[in-house]
């Protein structure tokens, strides 16, 4: 989080790739595994692993109200700002997407369904999109900019209930949905009705954050590194659960009116002992980890981009490698060894040439 605000927050970085490495290895796990239940709550964090998905938005909710602080937004400056931010690579990938679709469909795909991909709802070609399915989430982040400055302007006037009650209805619209139609997984999953839950979770924790006084750069670190595991174990446990239950694949379940809350929740806890906890080691081991894990946060949105693209050219001549004979682990560390880092190498040239000379024409919006 690199602002002129506030101090940089490196570990939101961190997160980032965390929030990446899951979305990259659940697509790979199931290119090969498919859907599938696991005893083993490791497993299960893969294969639920576009619960990244909702990390994602939890730390978009938390780094937008940090910056905010305590000033007004210039709602143009703001939405300017996202627009330097996400269309760069959005444009190179819809062009890049729609070129395949005409070659592969013997169709002209023109300016029309560019347009689509471009503006902040769900393309109606997006199902021809076998690289770039995941770009969904995209369009749901953009709605949530478009009334991010409102919602933290609401919150200002009435206090954190006014969030409280958003996540209230947003619960009972998607109870009534379930209720008329007899399931809510689509309206859960990929909507703003669901997601929206993660974001307003994260203002939450951000208003927390600020209430603390933890933006200011004489903030302490004050947990001990501990308390990771109760948060590790807290995320895991649930995602197992969910997976045990209800599962990403599972459409009728009435637990869909209720997990994007949870799984907001269960990902805020864990964000928020991740900022407070205070590493062992040498100071100069820790730095270099935090740059480390910092410039592969940095890359996360090209990654998101470009991860199934990479996994399509990587599974046409590869394929999972066996190094334990036991194959779901053989998955699991193919993704991890083999994939994420040719993954990664594309992320840092599309960061290199496309995000981080936009990046740099951003302007303040508070005032």
């Known amino acids: 989080m690199h602002t002129q605000q506030h101090p940089y927050l490196s570990r939101l970085d961190h997160l980032r790739f965390l929030a990446a490495s899951l979305v990259v290895l659940f697509h790979f796990f199931h290119h090969t595994q498919g859907d599938l239940r696991s005893a083993n709550p490791l497993v299960s964090l893969i294969d639920e692993g576009h619960t990244g998905i909702a990390l994602f938005m939890v730390i978009s909710g938390f780094i937008f109200t940090v910056i905010a602080g305590h000033k007004d937004i210039d709602y143009g400056g703001f939405i300017r700002n996202r627009i330097i931010r996400i269309y760069p690579l959005l444009i190179v990938a819809a062009c890049l997407q729609l070129f395949i679709s005409t070659y592969n469909d013997h ?18 070609t997006i199902g021809l999109s076998p690289y770039f399915q995941q770009m969904w989430t995209i369009w749901v982040e953009l709605q949530f900019y478009l009334i991010f400055p409102f919602l933290i302007l609401f919150a200002r006037r009435y206090g954190s209930r006014y969030l409280l009650g958003v996540l209230g209805l947003l619960f009972v619209l998607r109870a009534l949905v379930f209720a008329a139609s007899g399931e809510v997984r689509y309206i859960a999953y990929e909507t703003l009705f669901g997601r929206l839950d993660q974001f307003v979770v994260g203002m939450l924790l951000g208003r927390l954050w600020l209430a603390q006084g933890k933006d200011t750069p004489t903030a302490k670190l004050r947990l001990h590194w501990l308390w990771l595991l109760p948060a590790s174990a807290l995320v895991l446990g649930g995602l197992h659960l969910f997976s045990l239950q209800v599962g990403f694949a599972e459409l009728k ?55 199934n693209l990479v ?26 060894v083999c994939v994420l880092p040719l993954v990664m190498l594309m992320a840092t040239i599309t960061y290199q040439l496309i995000e981080k000379p936009f990046l740099s024409l951003r302007r303040s919006y508070l005032r």
């Open 311 to 336: 996994l399509a050219a990587y599974n046409k001549h590869a394929g999972v490698v066996p190094f334990t004979g036991l194959e779901r682990l053989d998955t699991i560390l193919t993704g991890v």
């Open 107 to 124: 169709r002209n795909y023109g300016f029309f369904q560019l347009l689509g991909w471009l503006m902040p709802f769900r393309s109606e």
């Open 253 to 307: 379940s009435p637990l869909w009116t209720v997990w994007p809350l949870v799984e907001g929740a269960l990902w805020g806890s864990f964000v928020w002992v991740y900022l407070l906890v205070r590493w062992p080691g040498p100071e100069a081991v820790k730095a270099r980890v935090d740059r480390a894990l910092a410039a592969m946060g940095a890359i996360s949105f090209s990654t998101y981009v470009f991860h």
